[in-house]
């Protein structure tokens, strides 16, 4: 029984193909085929508008083929090379303005006074706080004046701890030498001495470049990369120094 039901079936779909191909020869279709050919051709020729600014009939699916990806255009070298010179020239430009402000060394205050006087109309200043009296304090004198130089987008300043009575007291404080990060006049942070020498004493080569990184992460520097590569090569440099040395002495 299920094989006869299943030719059956197969009978019946035989009998509706060639009754479907009949009417298409007939024409009994003609009206929907013609209303599919003419709904096709509206669609390919819709009005499309060019990259001249013109408009023509054409297909959208491939009216835009011929036309080049603007956004994929070619940089111009010279293009690029113009943008390289004005970023060179802005920058000559502030730092031209820097060193009429004093910026590129470190500069020593004689009181409070000047103190206030020199920091206040600068965007980004630091003042070293320190006693004079210290192995830790000299060397940060050194290193700040080293940066200085590298660094004009600040003012580097240093102020003997017994001409900063006022500053003394309205800040708490823990050791000298300390560093005031200011922006304006006001101070925006505090570095003591547990933050300077974290990473290394005062007298390691490394010392250098792990302040200028402290300074570059309180924002009072740009880049300190630079820097960093130049203890870098002064570690390896007292390293090469301490081995020859070495050497001399065994030789004797």
Same mark, same amino acid.
């Given at each position: ?26 024409? #009994?279709? @003609?009206?929907?085929?013609? !209303? ?24 959208? /699916? ?31 430009? %502030? #730092? @031209? ?30 003042? /070293? ?31 003997? !701890? ?15 030498? !300390? ?22 004493? @005062?007298? %390691? ?31 390896? %440099?007292?390293?090469?120094? %301490? ?10």
């Amino acid at each position: 029984m299920p094989r006869e039901r299943e030719l059956e079936g197969s009978a019946r779909d035989v009998d509706a193909v060639e009754d479907l191909a009949d009417k298409f020869r007939s024409g #009994e279709f @003609a009206g929907a085929i013609a !209303a599919a050919q003419s709904a096709n051709e509206a669609t390919q020729n819709q009005l499309c508008l060019q990259a001249d600014g013109g408009v023509k009939r054409a297909d959208p /699916l491939s009216a835009f083929a011929a036309i080049p990806n603007v956004s994929k255009a070619e940089e111009d070298p010279d293009d690029e090379l113009r943008k390289i010179r004005e970023a060179r020239r802005s920058q000559m430009q %502030s #730092e @031209a303005a820097w060193k009429k402000q004093g910026h590129g060394s470190l500069r020593e205050l004689a009181d409070e006074r000047e103190f206030v006087a020199t920091i206040a109309p600068h965007e980004r200043a630091l003042v /070293l706080l320190d006693d004079g009296q210290s192995d830790a304090g000299q060397e940060c004198r050194k290193v700040l004046g080293k940066i200085a130089t590298r660094h004009l987008e600040a003012q580097f300043c240093w102020l003997h !701890a017994e001409r900063a009575i006022f500053l003394v007291h309205m800040v708490q404080l823990e050791g000298l030498p !300390a560093i005031f990060v200011l922006s304006h006049g006001e101070v925006t942070r505090h570095l003591p001495p547990a933050q300077l020498f974290r990473y290394s004493s @005062a007298s %390691s080569p490394l010392f250098a470049g792990h302040l200028a990184r402290l300074l570059q992460a309180t924002g009072v520097i740009f880049d300190a990369e630079k820097d960093c590569e130049d203890a870098s090569e002064d570690e390896s %440099s007292d390293r090469e120094d %301490s081995r020859r040395r070495f050497r001399i002495e065994r030789a004797r």
